[in-house]
């Protein structure tokens, strides 16, 4: 294509079909874009709420505020709805706006290269195909991390990780011990207490825990929501200006007061619902509250005293064939594992083998860390978007919004092409600089680094998140500053 010359037929890929693969494939329809594929390596859309179906999954996003804007769901069962019910969602809305049938299931990406304007793309199946853009969609919560533990493997029950349930596995009446004490963890712990004739859940740090009720919608508020719609969008807003004014700002250092009255709410709830003075100090963390993914539970503090749960802090010494021995010599045993160590969320589009500019590989941009202009576009790789990518706003916002802003920011960029403005646009070099290290100054007026070690924190021990309030992250991708991006033609 020469400069000047328009070009509205150019090609997508869309690697991945969770919530951000499906919001694009609608938001390049809308865009007037039909020309798309989405490589989905599973058989079914749905992304982490595929993966995920653990006992008591749901999501800490209250249901009206974690959908699409333009796709309010009146059936909702819950304020904060459970993961079959969100992935439901997903699915219908793929299958509503013709999504579904632009799916190539079973299709896994295996390698992109860029080459004059277009990326040449193939899969494990062993197709190749090419196309000029390129979005990534593959998610943060995506590649389960496993503990280095010695004897992992050597344990003769059922095991196995929270985001690869086995549900062939019968739980009533067994003995079931939980490694780990994050979000996936608490949920786990809070459903299977009473089901287990013994359940322990192995502790290396302590959580904050919100308390958050979590009532279910009568039918006759559903009614309401579906004849009047605009009531959803009042209860979406609602909760959008509380999460932002409120938990976001705290988080980021923008409103100290918002930040006390949360520690003050998880210490209450602490407090007032833990009984056992031996037990309650065991579950008092150490750090700032929401230094670490601030977990929302309704009932973990009185599954966790369940006469059937055990908490051990005790450190992991080894697991054997018949459980698992903590350093003071104790051997305690199982019929099932669990491994709920959470993800390896510095991934992103890999293990894909993206090549970008003059041979320069994803891996080797990244041999320190990943990093992306403000979390979207990495230089030195023309026409590819990274929705929810590194440094980005994972950790303080509904990353459906963030989704949808950067896909509005991207395709403002996809004009130039289709409009012959460019072949290509990627990210320069000092501009994706420059805002690296005006991020990691911010960092440091933000809660994560107040002296807890989590998942934000990249092998600096500086926080791999967004360091501002939403509103800044709106105003910065309303519109993409042309000065910052590379133009080929």
Known sequence: MNNGEKNSELRFAIIGGGMAGILSAIKLQKAGYKNYTIYEKADSLGGTWRENTYPGIACDVPSHFYCYNFEPNPEWSHACSPGQEILEYFQMVA???????????????????????????????????IVDIVISASGVLHHPFYPDIPGIDSFKGDTFHTARWDHNVALAGKRIGIIGTGSSAIQIVGDLADKASKLVQFQRTAQWIMPRDN????????????????????????????????????????????????????LANLEDNVKDPVLREKLRPDYTAACKRLIMSANYYDAIQHPNAELVTESI?????????????????????????????????????????????LEDA????????????????????LLNGPNGPVGNFSLIDVADIQLDYFL??????????????????????????????????????????????????????????????????????LDDFDLAS
């Open 366 to 385: 990244w041999i320190d860390r990943p990093s992306a202009y403000l979390s979207v576009s990495v230089p030195g790789f023309p026409n590819l978007a």
């Open 412 to 481: 403002q960029l996809v004009d130039l092409i289709r409009d012959g403005r460019c072949i290509g646009f990627t990210a320069k070099k000092d501009a994706a600089e420059n805002f690296e290290s005006e991020r990691v100054e911010a960092t440091k007026k933000t809660v994560w680094v107040s002296g807890c070690n989590s998942w934000y924190l990249d092998d600096r021990g500086v926080p791999a998140v967004w360091p501002w309030s939403m509103g800044r992250f709106r105003a910065i991708m309303e519109k993409p500053d």
């Open 317 to 361: 010494q080894c697991i054997e064939p018949t459980g698992v021995r903590t350093t003071d010599g104790h051997l305690h045993e199982f019929d099932v594992l669990v491994i709920a160590t959470g993800f390896k969320v510095d991934q992103f589009m890999r293990p894909i083998n993206v090549v970008g500019v003059n041979g320069v590989t």
């Open 215 to 266: 009532p279910a919608y009568t039918d006759e508020e559903k009614r309401t929501f579906r004849e009047n719609p605009e009531t959803m969008d009042a209860i979406r807003t609602e909760q959008a200006e509380m999460s932002e004014g409120g938990f976001s700002a705290a988080v980021v250092g923008e409103n100290p007061g918002a930040l006390a009255a949360i520690e003050a709410l998880t």
């Open 95 to 129: 299958k509503k706006y013709g999504v579904t049938e632009n799916v190539r299931f079973g299709t896994e990406v295996s390698r992109l290269e860029y080459d004059n304007g277009s990326w040449q793309l193939e899969t494990k199946n062993g197709d190749r195909e």
